[in-house]
């Protein structure tokens, strides 16, 4: 019989992400698992099934995926979605009207949109703090906060949380900790040895890293959590075909190979723009120049691929964005393509001007997500698109 290492958590990184939750077809022993485009199933009398009743509820093909990537996380429990603000809405849905959520200050765009623009119209209260300082976290706390929302390193800033430090808050309060691991990946960062109970990504960006899917995932270690996401998830809808799964899938079987050389070329990268452009212009966990850098050394084991840089203002950045070659200007990130972005104007434009630029995503931020293409010409093309500069 294969061994299947759904759960063995002493295999390596890349056995699990080769491996995990994935068991060869019953039908023909293909070791590649079946994209099953179906709706429904065929049941074999009255009350009684092979465990698939509708596509919306179950899916083998989406399972496979849910089953990856909880292993990966070390968690027990993993719940695919259409995209990563499918994957939020269905999370926030655990809450009720009336509960109070702590929200990191800096965090991705579409995230405050959601919370500001349908939750909080449905009686979801929310706090933004900075959560660089665990104190302010505290502080914020209610007797309605019912969840504590981190992204770390957040977007586009590449703040740190504390994740230990604010796992403890939660748990003194009985809240929740959700933390976004899109950008550090569970190869880099595994939340729930800090105390995380509930991690999430968008799977369009490093676990899938090949910008051709849109998905999202979550993962819990309680059951009694995900039974109640299980709920959400086929209650709500909001889940992703079995080819959007099979795309993530695949993705997931190269990320211990495709992380080590975004993060190579993240840190050649920053360590260009920061003598280049000056230290204070350019923001990346991995420069000693970055003000939580030992905090990121001590709860990452690698900083990645995203580097952001302030050009001053909107005119500069234009004029940098409109000459690159090899990067390409576009919204998104965790590609093996490398990207580069506007913030203020692309994935925070819904972000109010005055919030953004209380926070510093000026209009002269850029935003470079690194590829895994020959550094030397990335490093090229950044040289010629900032003469001048």
Request: contains cysteine; aromatic residues 6%.
């Amino acid at each position: 019989m294969t061994k299947v290492f759904d759960t063995d958590l002493a295999a390596g990184f890349g056995t699990r992400a080769i491996h995990a939750g994935q068991r060869p077809d019953p039908l023909s022993g293909a070791i590649m698992t079946p994209v099953y485009l179906t709706s429904t199933y065929v049941q074999d009398a009255l009350g009684q099934n092979k465990g698939y009743e509708y596509g919306r509820g179950t899916n083998p093909t989406r399972e496979a995926l849910e089953r990856n990537v909880a292993a990966l996380e070390g968690g027990r429990h993993g719940f695919a979605f259409a995209s990563g603000m499918g994957c939020l809405d269905s999370i926030l849905k655990l809450f009720r009207s009336g509960d109070h959520l702590i929200c990191g200050e800096n965090v991705y765009g579409g995230t405050v949109r959601l919370l500001d623009q349908i939750w909080s119209h449905l009686g979801l209260q929310v706090t933004y703090v900075d959560t660089r300082d665990p104190q302010r976290v505290d502080d914020a706390r209610t007797d309605r906060t019912a969840a504590i929302l981190v992204e770390t390193p957040s977007n586009p800033l590449m703040r740190i949380t504390d994740l230990a430090a604010v796992a403890e808050i939660a748990r003194r309060g009985r809240a929740l900790l959700i933390v976004d691991n899109t950008f550090a990946t569970p190869y880099f960062q595994r939340p729930f040895e800090s105390g995380a109970d509930l991690i999430y990504h968008s799977t369009t960006k490093y676990l899938n890293g090949h910008s051709d899917m849109l998905g999202g995932i979550a993962i819990v270690q309680d059951d009694a959590l995900a039974d109640r996401l299980k709920f959400l998830q086929n209650a709500g809808g909001a889940v992703p075909g079995a080819f959007d799964c099979w795309l993530a899938l695949r993705g997931t079987k190269t990320l211990h190979l495709r992380m080590p050389c975004h993060d190579a070329n993240g840190r050649r990268i920053a360590t260009f723009l920061s003598e280049r452009m000056g230290a204070e212009r350019v923001r990346y966990p991995g420069l000693a120049t970055h003000p939580q850098y030992d905090l990121a050394r001590r709860q990452m084991s690698g900083f990645g691929g995203m580097v952001t840089l302030d050009l001053g203002t909107r005119e500069r950045a234009a004029t940098a964005l409109s000459r690159v070659r090899v990067f390409a200007l576009a919204e998104s990130l965790g590609g093996v393509e490398s990207l580069i972005s506007h913030p203020a104007s692309m994935t925070h434009a819904s972000v109010p001007a005055e919030r953004r630029a209380a926070l510093g995503i000026t209009d002269g931020l850029v935003r470079l997500s690194c590829g895994v293409e020959d550094a030397d010409d990335l490093l090229a093309d950044l040289d010629q698109a900032l003469r001048g500069l």
